[in-house]
């Protein structure tokens, strides 16, 4: 029996893991569920699935939490607030993490696991956008185990060796004869509206992904193409490479989700339906396999393939990504920062689509680098980051 501890268990990762969790628990349970307010969801899910802990970082939502609990008799213990959140993450009634809490507010409590030694599952971008070296460093300092669940990165590992899969943050990829990883993006709902159109576009609109059900921050990301320019980044510090080692494809059918580039000219791809449920399996059940209450992809109704190359005018996104990743870590952590601001003044209608990239590359380009030496020094400029964002847009 696998305890889980799933951090962000109210948004879109978290409940496609208890879909899975429902499919296998015989194997599966969870120890503890978190989320930031939404206590009514996470009210359902601790009925369902009797978690000896239920954690929100919103003390208000907590004691509403709690109350209800309460009265239907359950005997889950709530806990409230960022620190509790963080201890929880070292706590010893789990050894399985699914990190899957949203943006900087994940970094903390996916590092803590990190330190405590656990199985982390990984869908929260920012621990390895921000803290790159140093998350990787301490995984493999603390004997911590890492699998990615972004579904390119996911199908990346899936298409590589095995030898290299079991141990492969202490391995060098071209040591197992890869020339390079194909890293895949839909690119998302306006791939083919005129650009000139692009400035008018809504967050509504943007928000409607062809293929993916996604969170809003996600979903925006997907359409300025900087989740794509994130999971670079992530890749590149996943399978210690640069960024010239990963070419970026456009496949609007969302069906292969990354490939890998064999030195004899092979080409290895994960398949399968736009489905998160089938990453996340595969996590939890590695390296066996495990029902993921996805459908099967079907062949012969699906439709044709097709790949174009991303054009950096329609999404510059992308090409600031790479020019961060070239800068250095405070580069990454200042992008992913002011990328957050500006997708959500853009949500709240204080930002057009454009100005999102525009406003980023702005930030990124007047920011004066200093050295990064620790977890505290990284949250510093995530925050430092945010606050000339949010006083540009003041």
Request: proline letters at 4%; glycine letters at 6%; hydrophobic letters at 40%.
């Amino acid at each position: 029996m696998k305890n889980l501890a799933i951090f962000g268990s109210t948004g879109s990762i978290g409940e496609s893991t208890l879909a899975v969790v429902r499919q296998n628990q015989k194997i599966l349970k969870v120890y503890a569920l978190a989320a930031n307010q939404n206590d009514k969801r996470l009210l359902a899910q601790c009925l369902e699935f009797k978690p000896a802990i239920a954690a929100l970082v919103c003390p208000q939502a907590a004691a509403r939490l709690e109350k209800s609990l309460k009265a239907a008799n359950s005997n889950t213990q709530v806990v409230c607030g960022t620190d509790n959140l963080t201890l929880l993450a070292k706590s010893d009634g789990y050894c399985t993490l699914v990190a899957a809490i949203v943006g900087a507010a994940g970094l903390p409590s996916t590092f803590a696991a990190a330190q405590a030694g656990k199985k982390i599952l990984l869908a929260n971008k920012e621990a390895l956008v921000m803290s790159g070296r140093l998350f990787i460093d301490t995984v493999k300092q603390n004997g911590a185990k890492l699998l990615p669940v972004d579904s390119e990165h996911n199908a990346i590992f899936q298409s590589l060796p095995a030898e290299y899969q079991n141990d492969y943050l202490n391995l060098d990829i071209r040591d197992f004869g890869i020339h390079s990883i194909i890293l895949t993006g839909s690119g998302g709902p306006f791939l083919n509206q005129p650009l000139s159109s692009l400035a008018s576009k809504t967050p509504e609109q943007a928000c409607k992904h062809p293929n993916w059900s996604m969170g809003q921050k996600i979903s925006v990301d997907s359409a300025s193409m900087m989740n794509k320019g994130l999971e670079l980044i992530e890749a590149c510090w996943l399978f210690g490479v640069d960024t010239d080692f990963i070419e970026v494809l456009i496949h609007p059918q969302s069906v292969i989700h990354s490939m890998v580039r064999y030195i004899d000219g092979s080409v290895l791809s994960q398949m399968g339906a736009p489905d998160m449920k089938i990453p996340i399996a595969h996590c939890l059940g590695f390296s066996d396999r495990i029902a993921s209450a996805a459908d099967h992809y079907n062949f012969i109704d699906g439709c044709d393939f097709t790949f174009k190359r991303p054009d950096y005018q329609r999404f510059p996104n992308l090409k600031l990504a790479k020019q961060a990743f070239k800068a250095g870590q405070e580069a990454t952590t200042v992008l992913s920062a002011v990328n957050e601001v500006h997708v959500g003044a853009f949500l709240q209608g204080r930002l057009k689509f454009t100005q999102i990239a525009e406003q980023n590359e702005r930030i990124l380009n007047s920011y004066s680098p200093s050295s990064v030496f620790s977890i505290d020094s990284l949250i510093h400029i995530d925050q430092h980051a945010r606050s000339i964002a949010e006083g540009a847009l003041s």
